[in-house]
């Protein structure tokens, strides 16, 4: 089956994009790691895997939308008839269900509102006790 992005054929295709929506930053995240780890280990690879030139032109068609197909973070990238591997079967058995997509997006959005937390953007103030009025009953 092709890589290329087919609305309609592989289920809920407007979910599936908001699910790729909401995971661009991860995903991003993700290839820039992908990227840092081919570089470090570049003096130590030869032939046709040493080259980021490849992943790079992967991952860009996967975050500039063309493609559904992650590309692997340090295994080569593969050819367009050869198997995409496991991890993106998974993927595109998962986006065919809604339930799979709505879990995906709400565990993303809760994912970001746990970092958004930790760096004080959100419920700042939650850690701010009223020592003063510990043992009071509610005001209701």
Not at 44 to 50: K, L, M, N, S
Not at 63 to 86: D, I, K, M
Not at 109 to 135: P, T
Request: with cysteine; net charge positive.
């Amino acid at each position: 089956m092709s890589a290329s992005i087919q609305s309609g054929r592989d289920g809920p295709w407007v979910l599936a994009w908001a699910a790729r929506v909401v995971t661009w930053p991860l995903s991003a995240a993700a290839i820039v790691a992908g990227l840092v780890g081919r570089l470090l280990l570049l003096p130590f690879r030869r032939g046709p895997t040493a080259s980021p030139v490849p992943y790079l032109a992967a991952a860009g068609a996967f975050l500039t939308g063309r493609t559904w197909q992650f590309p692997p973070l340090l295994a080569s990238v593969p050819a367009p008839g050869q198997s995409p591997g496991p991890w993106n079967e998974a993927r595109r058995r998962l986006r065919k269900s809604r339930a799979a997509l709505f879990a995906w997006i709400g565990t993303c959005v809760y994912v970001y509102l746990a970092v958004a937390a930790q760096f004080g953007w959100i419920a700042a103030e939650y850690a701010v006790a009223d020592r003063d009025h510990s043992f009071t009953p509610p005001t209701w």
